[in-house]
């Protein structure tokens, strides 16, 4: 639904016409355009060059993955991570960035969907991302670099010392493992493991790396250290990010479009039951990032109050910092009732008994429920960004304190331009008095 490519087949002639035309165009912008932006576009365009011609690029791949614990939308926020560290060693080599697919998600728990192997361009657009840094999906990373083979996992650990005064140590460089190996070594002396659910991948060597650093520090050893052509780092979440919120950051965030046909089902469902559009709300979208700069405070959003509940284990835990639902709906009605607003959009990932409790004290609530058929099509992970993208676009939103899912949806609203007093609020804990709302975080453009 998302792959372009797979639009031709019914077009009518003038359209397939016009896909020529389109693709002379871009033909002869390569030919003419400078050698930074060839640099850029190239990895995209990998299903054009030949193996051979990939070989006398010299490029090199850097894979990734993350603690298998870790939900959606952090690693958004490793994405982010990788991307800067891409940025360092590209000032040194031609290095692209291999999407690691989605799956096996501890959130994703929907049945009967088989959610593995899932590609990047299922949920963002590539093409977005591939203007701030060359990414590839796996699936092209196998067909470019000669077979299913990464030649060095990186294994990122704690240094063996632990903290130091509670300071991330700068070392990159200790070559024994710490953990156990999530990988073993099959009778050809192949280290097996999980690859995202492509059991066919196989890595000729794993070592560990205490790295707790910033990407930069890694950058150096990655660069000179190994020959490696393609290279993993598994526990991609330890590295920290080089300058959170400082523009390297945000373009790369401004990168992440999410999927159009996630924006679209979103835009239809806001204009349909919530009187919501572009248009009437000031929230101009532009499909090229690059060429988005909303002014802050220009956006007026949804005649719409935009909740986030983030529940289950986050009220496992009895946290003190999140609502019962009853407080919740305390809020949303003063919320409504100050910012003048009829209706109220909720994202939650409540289970049925809770869910059912909060129809009852809020029956006028809208929520975007997928059909059996649509949740097969978008997965949990395009539902989840679906209630993000109209949570976005609300006059007023409240998230839940320290979700990722909010703190996303907090981004979103930034780049749209909204007022900052609109954005970022959270729901107190019953029992807490005064809370400290979220920080606001401003683009660097
Ligand atoms: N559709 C939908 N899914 C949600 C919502 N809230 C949570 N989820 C699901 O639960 C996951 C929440 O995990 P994260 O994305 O990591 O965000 P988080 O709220 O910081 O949670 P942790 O990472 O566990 O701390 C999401 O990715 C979704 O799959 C919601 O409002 N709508
Ligand atoms: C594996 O990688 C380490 C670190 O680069 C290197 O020292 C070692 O020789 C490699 N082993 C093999 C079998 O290539
Ligand atoms: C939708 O919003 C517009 C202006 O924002 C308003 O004029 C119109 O009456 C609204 N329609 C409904 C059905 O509420």
């Known amino acids: ?46 299903m054009m060059l030949s193996p051979v011609a990939a070989a006398s690029r010299d490029v090199r791949y ?35 960035l291999v999407l690691p697919p989605w799956g096996r998600l501890p959130h994703w728990q929907s049945p009967d969907i088989n959610q593995v192997r899932i590609p990047w361009g299922e949920f963002f657009s590539i093409t977005s991302l591939q203007a701030n840094i060359p990414v590839i999906e796996y699936e092209e990373f196998i067909s470019e670099s000669g077979g299913p083979f990464i030649d060095q996992i990186l294994v990122l650990q704690r ?29 050809h002396g192949y280290y097996r493991g999980w690859f995202w659910g492509y059991e066919e991948t196989r890595a000729l060597n794993v070592t560990c790396l205490s790295a707790q650093g910033h990407a930069s520090t890694l950058a150096p050893v990655l660069q000179n250290k190994l020959n490696a052509m393609s290279l993993m780092l598994d526990r991609a979440e330890s590295v920290l990010h080089d300058h959170y919120a ?30 919501s559009t572009d248009k009437q709300d000031q929230t101009p979208y532009n499909d090229d990032w690059t060429q988005m700069k909303n002014r802050l405070g220009s956006a007026k959003g949804g005649p719409y109050l935009g909740v986030h ?52 004290m809020l029956p006028e609530m809208v929520r975007y429920e997928p059909t059996c058929e649509d949740l097969k099509l978008l997965k949990d992970g395009g539902v989840a960004i679906i209630d993000q993208w109209i949570c976005a676009h609300g006059r ?28 970022y ?21």
């Open 1 to 46: 639904m998302a792959n372009k490519r797979g639009t031709a087949g019914s077009a009518p002639f003038h359209d397939i016409l016009g896909q020529y035309l389109v693709l002379i165009l871009i033909i002869l912008f390569y030919k003419f355009s400078s050698a930074t932006m060839d640099d850029i576009f190239r990895a995209g365009q990998s």
């Open 62 to 96: 850097l894979l990734y993955d993350v603690n298998p614990l870790e939900g959606f939308n952090l690693r958004r926020d490793v994405y982010i991570r990788m991307a800067s560290l891409l940025k360092t060693l590209r000032k040194n080599g031609d290095w692209v």
């Open 159 to 187: 240094s063996a010392e632990g903290w130091t005064d509670g300071k991330w140590e700068e070392m990159a460089d200790e070559p024994t493992c710490i953990e156990k190996l999530m990988y073993s070594k099959d009778k």
């Open 246 to 275: 400082g523009k390297d950051y945000w373009d790369t965030r401004r990168s992440m479009v999410f999927a159009k046909h996630l924006r679209i089902i979103g835009d239809d469902f806001r204009a349909k039951y919530l009187n």
């Open 309 to 360: 509940l983030r529940r289950k284990d986050f009220i496992w835990g009895h946290r003190e910092d999140v609502p019962t639902l009853k407080r919740a709906v305390k809020k949303i009605r003063s919320l409504l009732k100050k910012h003048k607003l009829q209706q109220v959009f909720v994202a939650t990932n409540a289970d049925e008994e809770e869910l059912s409790k909060l129809k009852r």
């Open 396 to 423: 007023y939103f409240i998230g839940t304190s320290v979700s990722t899912f909010s703190f996303r949806i907090h981004e979103e609203r930034e780049i749209l331009g909204f007022d900052p007093k609109t954005t």
């Open 425 to 445: 609020n959270r729901f107190c804990g019953d029992d807490e008095n005064e809370c400290e709302q979220p920080t606001h975080w401003k683009i660097v453009y």
